[in-house]
């Protein structure tokens, strides 16, 4: 009997032993990063937690920092909590006055929910086509052949702000830059189909811009460049004025190219298209698109609905979110928290709701400021200790395997990860489940890494302001990651 009781003290005091050693390994590496040059030039801040509470390893934890887009996993963390992740969102169509022998002596209404994958290019959304095959369903279904009236682009579902004043203007115009709205499009976006001159210098020509904003302005100054020299453009717009101003190069070896801009004023866009889509198929309306916010439109229960048209369930949305690090999903959801809790779809709402909700899962605010949802601001600062904390009350709700599963892996094709750890065994890498973040002199990693018996650890590493390449950052962090594997 004390033979085997020696015999089992010795096996569990070895097996300490090695768990000590590995969490003193995760310790001595960041001890020795933190005395790099690239890194002790830099602002960096790193927690690793195990599912007990324990420390494992830490380096400036308490200290806020710049996120970027690890910012989405509380932004979408906080949405399947609020809303749940069979949520569904709705865009409704319908309309005022009456039908009299097949004309609609009155307006169409186009109502939106906040749908950010209303007639999406990703394939959770229905492409416009189908989409408007469906609503012009309805339509002949209600015996509406013709249209006495105008048709109302009604985004009036969230508050009329389409971006959050943290942005940087350079961010307002690219695709990644395009900001929510009550009826969103195309995911807020504008393809701009470009002809570039043969000689340098020539002008480029729009050959097709989709969608159509009503209205809309476009100030071209875009000329062809020397061969092999690129697409080097930039596109300034806003929600202040129906202008977008185009300006760069495109080299002159393209025959034709693609620009995929930020659009500010998708509801427009959506009534426009469909009503382009209604003209061909000899349903006519009143010529001018009208916006329910510019003049005393009925109410949701004043109008008839023909038509509701549901998205995806929540869990698949925020799927897309963070495997592929979609800015305008991550805004629309933290919006829609906002909604949800406090009743008004707004930034400041947003944030408020927010604290609340993290305040309800018991999860302290110390080391946390959240100004938008995808973490383009650099107005966000989160400390690794409150990134773990999260991660951690995360687990204790009942979307948390949606949540979980939404998370890359390293080398997870298709996603921000698929380059990370590429020398490392795939059995091995996979057991992380994280969301990258850059912006300019700012990269940043967090989330689980996955163990036996269902035990999780939860880490992030967060490094700003260095004046190194991402690249050379990338080394330092990819290393601290091999070390986070081997715990």
Same mark, same amino acid.
């Given at each position: 009997?004390?033979?085997?009781? !020696?015999?089992?003290?010795?096996?569990?005091?070895?097996?300490?032993?090695?768990?000590?050693?590995?969490?003193? $390994?995760?310790?001595?590496?960041?001890? *020795?990063?933190?005395?790099?040059?690239?890194?002790?030039?830099?602002?960096?801040?790193?927690?690793?937690?195990?599912?007990?509470?324990?420390?494992? /390893?830490?380096?400036?934890?308490?200290?806020?920092?710049?996120?970027?887009?690890?910012?989405?996993?509380?932004?979408?963390?906080?949405?399947?909590?609020?809303?749940?992740?069979?949520?569904?969102?709705?865009? *409704?169509?319908?309309?005022?006055?009456?039908?009299?022998?097949?004309?609609?002596?009155?307006?169409?209404?186009?109502?939106? =929910?906040?749908?950010?994958?209303?007639?999406?290019?990703?394939?959770?959304?229905?492409?416009?086509?189908?989409?408007f095959g469906t609503w012009k369903k309805s339509l002949e279904e209600a015996?509406?052949?013709?249209?006495?009236?105008?048709?109302?682009?009604?985004?009036?579902?969230?508050?009329?702000?389409?971006?959050?004043?943290?942005?940087?203007?350079?961010?307002?115009?690219?695709?990644?830059?395009?900001?929510?709205? =009550?009826?969103?499009?195309?995911?807020?976006?504008?393809?701009?189909?470009?002809?570039?001159? @043969?000689?340098?210098?020539?002008?480029?020509?729009?050959?097709?811009?989709?969608?159509?904003?009503?209205?809309?302005?476009?100030?071209?100054?875009?000329?062809?460049?020397?061969?092999?020299?690129? #697409?080097?453009? $930039?596109?300034?717009?806003?929600?202040?004025? @129906?202008?977008?101003?185009?300006?760069?190069?495109?080299?002159?070896?393209?025959?034709?190219? %693609?620009?995929?801009?930020?659009? *500010?004023?998708?509801?427009?866009?959506?009534?426009?298209?469909?009503?382009?889509?209604?003209?061909?198929?000899?349903?006519?309306?009143?010529?001018?698109?009208?916006?329910?916010?510019?003049?005393?439109?009925? +109410?949701?229960?004043?109008?008839?609905?023909?038509?509701?048209?549901?998205?995806?369930?929540?869990?698949?949305?925020?799927?897309?979110?963070?495997?592929?690090?979609?800015?305008?999903?991550?805004?629309?959801?933290?919006?829609?928290?906002?909604? @949800? &809790?406090?009743?008004?779809?707004?930034?400041?709402?947003?944030?408020?709701?927010?604290?609340?909700?993290?305040?309800?899962?018991?999860?302290?605010?110390?080391?946390?400021?959240?100004?938008?949802?995808?973490?383009?601001?650099?107005?966000?600062?989160?400390?690794?200790?409150?990134?773990?904390?999260?991660?951690?009350?995360?687990?204790? %709700?009942?979307?948390?395997?949606?949540?979980?599963?939404?998370?890359?892996?390293?080398?997870?094709?298709?996603?921000?990860? +698929?380059?990370?750890?590429?020398? &490392?065994?795939?059995?091995?890498?996979?057991?992380?489940?994280?969301?990258?973040?850059?912006?300019?002199?700012? #990269?940043?990693? /967090?989330?689980? &890494?996955? @163990?036996?018996? !269902?035990?999780?650890?939860?880490?992030?590493?967060?490094?700003?302001?260095?004046?190194?390449?991402?690249?050379?950052?990338?080394? =330092?962090?990819?290393?601290?990651?091999?070390?986070?594997? *081997?715990?």
């Amino acid at each position: 009997m004390k033979q085997k009781f !020696g015999f089992l003290t010795l096996f569990l005091s070895f097996t300490l032993s090695l768990q000590l050693n590995a969490q003193n $390994n995760i310790q001595r590496y960041l001890d *020795k990063l933190s005395q790099d040059s690239l890194f002790r030039n830099s602002v960096t801040a790193v927690k690793v937690m195990d599912s007990q509470g324990n420390s494992i /390893a830490t380096l400036n934890p308490e200290m806020p920092l710049l996120t970027a887009s690890t910012m989405k996993t509380i932004t979408t963390g906080l949405a399947l909590v609020v809303l749940g992740e069979e949520y569904r969102f709705s865009t *409704k169509l319908g309309y005022s006055g009456f039908i009299d022998n097949g004309t609609l002596y009155g307006d169409l209404y186009i109502v939106g =929910g906040a749908d950010p994958t209303l007639a999406s290019p990703d394939s959770l959304g229905m492409a416009a086509d189908s989409l408007f095959g469906t609503w012009k369903k309805s339509l002949e279904e209600a015996g509406i052949t013709r249209i006495n009236g105008h048709i109302i682009a009604d985004d009036r579902y969230f508050e009329h702000e389409i971006v959050p004043s943290s942005w940087a203007w350079s961010n307002l115009g690219p695709y990644y830059g395009s900001g929510p709205s =009550g009826l969103s499009f195309y995911e807020n976006l504008t393809d701009f189909k470009l002809i570039p001159g @043969k000689n340098i210098g020539d002008d480029v020509h729009i050959k097709e811009i989709y969608p159509a904003v009503p209205g809309m302005a476009y100030i071209n100054t875009l000329t062809t460049g020397g061969i092999h020299t690129g #697409r080097r453009y $930039n596109y300034r717009t806003s929600d202040i004025s @129906k202008t977008g101003v185009l300006r760069g190069t495109i080299s002159s070896d393209y025959d034709s190219t %693609t620009l995929t801009l930020s659009n *500010k004023f998708p509801h427009l866009s959506c009534a426009s298209e469909f009503k382009s889509y209604l003209d061909k198929k000899g349903i006519y309306s009143r010529s001018e698109i009208l916006e329910a916010s510019g003049f005393n439109s009925p +109410e949701l229960s004043e109008l008839t609905i023909i038509n509701e048209t549901l998205s995806k369930p929540l869990k698949y949305i925020v799927n897309v979110t963070n495997r592929i690090s979609n800015n305008f999903y991550a805004e629309t959801l933290f919006k829609m928290i906002g909604k @949800k &809790v406090t009743g008004t779809a707004s930034y400041d709402s947003a944030a408020v709701a927010a604290k609340r909700v993290l305040k309800e899962m018991g999860v302290s605010l110390n080391g946390y400021t959240q100004e938008d949802g995808s973490g383009l601001s650099r107005q966000n600062y989160v400390s690794p200790q409150f990134f773990c904390n999260f991660y951690s009350a995360m687990t204790l %709700t009942p979307v948390f395997e949606s949540f979980f599963r939404s998370l890359p892996y390293p080398g997870q094709e298709g996603t921000t990860l +698929e380059n990370v750890l590429k020398e &490392v065994n795939p059995s091995k890498k996979q057991a992380i489940h994280a969301k990258s973040g850059s912006l300019s002199n700012v #990269r940043c990693y /967090a989330g689980y &890494v996955e @163990k036996k018996k !269902g035990n999780h650890l939860y880490f992030a590493i967060l490094s700003n302001n260095f004046s190194a390449k991402t690249s050379e950052m990338q080394i =330092g962090i990819e290393e601290f990651m091999k070390e986070l594997i *081997k715990y």
